[in-house]
């Protein structure tokens, strides 16, 4: 079963949609993508809607919980792409 099919039709196309706009649209490296692939992944499994808004609030509360380096640029490097996608955006 695919993480989508227990939601509503309409939300579920919608929800879809946003999944395939961030998880197609590429990071600066493969740890991005990761990255954006697990907050969809949890956002999904959890019952919450993907939302752009969802993935960032994930993004930050992961910033602001970790401590290594390396970790926190590709969770800024994850971030930039989001907000720089949904910056004048109204449907993603």
């Given amino acids: 079963m695919r ?3 227990n939601l509503p039709l309409e939300s579920s196309n919608v929800e879809a949609e946003i999944a395939r706009h961030f998880r ?9 993508t990761a ?5 969809i992944s949890l956002l999904t499994v959890s019952g919450k809607k993907v939302t752009s808004k ?11 919980s970790t401590s290594d380096p ?3 640029d590709v969770l800024r490097g ?6 720089g996608r949904t910056a004048g955006n109204d449907t993603v």
């Fill in 78 to 83: 994850a971030l930039e792409i989001v907000v």
């Fill in 24 to 32: 197609l649209s590429g990071g600066k490296s493969a740890a991005e």
């Fill in 3 to 5: 993480p989508t099919e």
């Fill in 35 to 39: 990255v954006l692939n697990t907050a």
């Fill in 54 to 64: 969802a993935i960032i609030i994930y993004l930050i509360t992961e910033l602001e």
């Fill in 70 to 72: 390396r970790h926190l």
